[in-house]
C-alpha cells in the first residue's frame, strides 16, 4: 500500500473545491475550532488531523468518502470519540466526523428505534426511556453509539437481551467506493454479518436500526468488600452470577472510591466491587440479592432508579478529558491463579480512577452462535479491562505501567483474544486472535467492499489479498 497523501500536499483549489461541497463545516488546522475539534475522550491521545469534516447529512459523508479514496488520503471516521486507542483520528489525513448526523425515532407499534451515527448512548435513552424502552448498550451514557455498536456492545443489558449486535436490526452504509446502501438479513446479508462486530472496516454506518425492550426501571448500584477480601468474593460471584436468573447482572471489579457520592470513610481505600442491574419483579428484590447481603458487604446501596440513571452513574466520575490507557482479555473462569493476581494488582492501585472490570457473557450474550455474528468469544464467561485512568498527564507512565503489568499477569490464564472495543492498537495477531475462525469471512467480504483499505484506522481486518 502507497504512502498516504498528506492534506496539507493538497492543492489549495481542490481543498476549496471540495469544502464548498460540504453542507457541514470543513475544519483545517489553522482554523480557531481546531484545537478543540481534535479532542477525543481519552486525554492521552494527541494527534493532528489535516482537516476535519464535520458531515450534517449522507451526502456530506459521501462526498468526504470520494474525496478520500479520490486523492489517496489517510481517512479516520469519528463518532462519539470514545475509542481508547483513538482510532477516531489520524496524522496528516482526513477525519470524517457523524457527530452532525444525530436523530433517534422511536417505533412503539414495532419496539423499533432508528438512530442516527453520530448519537451518543444517553441521547437514546432519553427518547426511549419515556415509551418504556431501552436498546442493550455499554455503561457510560456518553459512549458513541457507532463505535460501540460495530465492536459488540457488552453492558448491564447484556445478560436479558444480548449484546447490542444481537439487537441490531439494519443499518444505512457510505461504502468505500461512495456508494449508499441499506443492510439487514435480506439486503446484503454478507455486509449485515460483518458489521455485527466487525468494526468500522467496511463503510460509515449512518443509521442503525435496533430491536427495543420493555425496560422502565431497574434495581441497581454498587455493593463493595474490602480488597483483602476480592479472592473469596470472585470465587462466590463466579458460580453466582453463572447460575443467576438472565434478568440479573453485575459486573465485578477491583477499584478505588475516589470520593462522593460513597460515604467520607470509603474515600481512596481499595475494594472489590459489584455493580448490579436487575430487570426482574421489584417485589423479589430482598430474595434476588439475600445471597449477595450473605457475603456480608461493607457497603451496599441497591435500589430501584430509572435506567438512564444506572446508565450515567459514573458519567460524572469519567467525564472527557482523563488519560486512559486501556488493556482487555476474555477469560472463561475465576480460578485460584487468576484471583490471586487480582487480590496483587488490585492492591496497588495507582490512582483513584483505575480499575479493573470483567463483565459476564452468559445468559442470552452465551446463546448467540459463534459464528452467527463476528463476535467469536460466546464461550467467555467474561470480558475483562483494565484502564488505567487520571486526570494528570504526569501520571501517565504510573497508570500505564500498572495496567500493563496487571494485564500481562493475568494474559498467560485468558482464553485468548479480547474485547476490541477494550483495546488499544496492539497489532494483527489481537486482532486475529479476538475473531477466531470468523476472521477469514471478514478478510474475504473486506476484500468485496473495500479492496483498497480505505478504512483501516481500526482495529483493521485487512483484505483477503493482502491477509
Given at each position: 500500500?502507497?504512502?498516504p497523501?498528506?492534506?496539507?500536499d493538497l ?6 473545491a471540495?469544502a464548498?461541497r460540504i453542507?457541514g ?7 480557531e475550532k481546531y ?13 493532528r488531523?489535516?482537516?476535519f ?5 449522507v451526502?456530506?459523508v ?7 479514496r479520490e486523492?489517496?488520503l ?13 482510532l477516531g483520528l ?5 477525519v470524517?466526523?457523524?457527530s ?11 419496539r423499533?428505534?432508528r ?8 441521547e ?6 419515556p ?16 463505535g ?5 456492545g ?5 445478560r436479558?437481551?444480548g449484546?447490542?449486535?444481537?439487537n441490531?436490526l439494519?443499518?444505512d452504509?457510505?461504502l468505500?467506493d461512495?456508494?449508499?446502501?441499506t443492510?439487514n438479513?435480506?439486503q446484503h446479508?454478507d455486509?449485515y454479518w460483518?458489521?455485527?462486530g ?14 427495543a425492550h420493555p425496560?422502565k426501571?431497574v434495581?441497581g448500584?454498587?455493593?463493595l468488600?474490602p480488597?483483602?477480601r476480592?479472592?473469596e468474593?470472585m470465587?462466590w460471584?463466579?458460580g ?8 440479573l447482572n ?6 478505588v472510591i ?10 481512596n ?6 455493580v448490579w442491574?436487575?430487570?426482574?419483579d421489584?417485589g423479589k ?5 439475600r ?8 457497603f451496599?446501596?441497591v435500589?430501584?432508579?430509572?435506567y ?6 459514573f458519567?460524572?466520575?469519567?467525564p472527557?478529558?482523563l488519560?486512559?490507557?486501556w488493556r482487555a482479555?476474555?477469560f472463561?473462569e475465576?480460578g485460584p491463579e ?7 494488582y ?12 470483567l463483565?459476564?457473557i452468559s445468559?442470552a450474550a452465551s ?6 455474528t463476528?463476535w467469536?468469544?460466546r464461550d ?6 483494565i484502564?488505567?485512568?487520571?486526570p494528570?498527564?504526569?501520571?501517565a507512565g ?11 499477569a ?7 483474544g479480547?474485547y476490541l472495543?477494550?483495546?488499544m ?6 486482532i ?10 471478514l478478510?474475504?467480504?473486506?476484500q ?18 493482502q491477509a
Amino acid at each position: 500500500m502507497s504512502t498516504p497523501v498528506k492534506v496539507k500536499d493538497l492543492e489549495a483549489s481542490v481543498l476549496d473545491a471540495f469544502a464548498s461541497r460540504i453542507r457541514g463545516e470543513v475544519i483545517f488546522p489553522d482554523n480557531e475550532k481546531y484545537n478543540k475539534t481534535r479532542k477525543v475522550y481519552n486525554a492521552m491521545i494527541d494527534k493532528r488531523p489535516g482537516m476535519f469534516v464535520m458531515c450534517v447529512d449522507v451526502a456530506d459523508v459521501m462526498y468526504a468518502v470520494n474525496f478520500g479514496r479520490e486523492h489517496d488520503l489517510l481517512v479516520a471516521v469519528r463518532g462519539g470519540g470514545h475509542n481508547g486507542g483513538g482510532l477516531g483520528l489520524c496524522e496528516d489525513g482526513m477525519v470524517i466526523d457523524l457527530s452532525g448526523i444525530k436523530f433517534v425515532r422511536v417505533d412503539t407499534e414495532n419496539r423499533t428505534v432508528r438512530v442516527g451515527g453520530g448519537n451518543l448512548w444517553g441521547e437514546v435513552d432519553h427518547a426511549t426511556h419515556p415509551f418504556g424502552l431501552a436498546v442493550p448498550a455499554g455503561i457510560i451514557s456518553t459512549t458513541g453509539v457507532g463505535g460501540l455498536t460495530l465492536g459488540g456492545g457488552v453492558g448491564y443489558l447484556s445478560r436479558m437481551y444480548g449484546l447490542t449486535i444481537d439487537n441490531l436490526l439494519e443499518a444505512d452504509m457510505v461504502l468505500a467506493d461512495g456508494s449508499f446502501v441499506t443492510v439487514n438479513e435480506k439486503q446484503h446479508p454478507d455486509l449485515y454479518w460483518a458489521i455485527r462486530g466487525g468494526g468500522g472496516n467496511f463503510g460509515i454506518v449512518t443509521s442503525f436500526k435496533f430491536r427495543a425492550h420493555p425496560v422502565k426501571n431497574v434495581i441497581g448500584g454498587p455493593t463493595l468488600w474490602p480488597i483483602e477480601r476480592v479472592e473469596e468474593v470472585m470465587e462466590w460471584y463466579h458460580g453466582f452470577i453463572n447460575n443467576a436468573p438472565d434478568e440479573l447482572n453485575g459486573f465485578i471489579a477491583t477499584m478505588v472510591i475516589p470520593g462522593p457520592p460513597f460515604p467520607a470513610e470509603l474515600h481512596n481505600k481499595m475494594f472489590c466491587g459489584i455493580v448490579w442491574c436487575y430487570l426482574g419483579d421489584p417485589g423479589k428484590q430482598e430474595e434476588v440479592f439475600r445471597p449477595v447481603m450473605e457475603m456480608d458487604p461493607v457497603f451496599s446501596h441497591v435500589g430501584e432508579m430509572p435506567y438512564p440513571a444506572i446508565q450515567t452513574l459514573f458519567d460524572g466520575m469519567m467525564p472527557p478529558g482523563l488519560q486512559w490507557y486501556w488493556r482487555a482479555d476474555y477469560f472463561k473462569e475465576l480460578g485460584p491463579e487468576i484471583r490471586a493476581v487480582h487480590r496483587e494488582y488490585g492492591s496497588k492501585i495507582p490512582t483513584p480512577l483505575s480499575q479493573m472490570h470483567l463483565y459476564p457473557i452468559s445468559g442470552a450474550a452465551s446463546r448467540v452462535g459463534r459464528t452467527d455474528t463476528p463476535w467469536a468469544h460466546r464461550d467467555a464467561k467474561y470480558a475483562g479491562v483494565i484502564v488505567g485512568v487520571d486526570p494528570d498527564p504526569a501520571n501517565a507512565g504510573k497508570i500505564t505501567d500498572w495496567c500493563k503489568e496487571y494485564s500481562e499477569a493475568l494474559h498467560p490464564h485468558s482464553s485468548g483474544g479480547a474485547y476490541l472495543n477494550f483495546i488499544m492498537d496492539e497489532g494483527q495477531e489481537r486482532i486475529k486472535a479476538s475473531y477466531k475462525e470468523n476472521y477469514e469471512r471478514l478478510t474475504r467480504i473486506k476484500q468485496q467492499y473495500d479492496p483498497g483499505n480505505l478504512f483501516r484506522v481500526n482495529q483493521n481486518i485487512k483484505p483477503k489479498v493482502q491477509a
